[in-house]
């Protein structure tokens, strides 16, 4: 089992900057693929990036990020502090949701469905 609970969210203007946390329980996070996805109003939830177990992927790829976040948003994990971070830059207004962290003991997938932990999820609103 596996407890996440997010941080980090707030209120930002367009062009800036957050990081938001992810701190997780259990002593085997080492081994899940820690995921992000967003959720705007009205729409389905969406996959942010994910970075994978351990630092160390099956194919050589540690992070993987959706096209409309590519370059601007950054995942990495502390194992020794259970926690994942997602380093927002460049924030812009389509960027505002409520933001999921997720844990998944499969291979590496970008499907919502696929992931066995959620977070409460955290606001973050971008204005203009």
């Known amino acids: 089992q596996v407890q996440l609970v997010e941080s980090g969210g707030g209120l930002v203007q367009a062009g800036g900057s957050l990081r938001l946390s992810c701190a997780a329980s259990?002593?085997?996070?080492?081994?899940?693929?820690m995921g992000w996805f967003r959720q705007a109003p009205g729409k389905e939830r969406e996959f942010v990036g994910y970075?994978?177990?351990?630092?160390?992927?099956?194919?050589?790829?540690?992070?993987y990020y959706a096209d409309s976040v590519k370059g601007r948003f950054t995942i990495s994990r502390d194992n020794a502090k259970n926690t994942v971070y997602l380093q927002m830059n460049s924030l812009k207004p389509e960027d505002t949701a409520v933001y999921y962290c997720?844990?998944?003991?499969?291979?590496?997938?970008?499907?919502?469905?696929?992931?066995?932990?959620w977070g409460q999820g955290t606001q973050v609103t971008v204005s203009s």
């Open positions: 970075i994978s177990w351990n630092g160390i992927s099956w194919n050589g790829i540690t992070t």
């Open positions: 259990g002593r085997t996070f080492t081994t899940y693929t």
């Open positions: 997720a844990a998944d003991t499969g291979p590496l997938t970008t499907l919502s469905r696929n992931y066995d932990y």
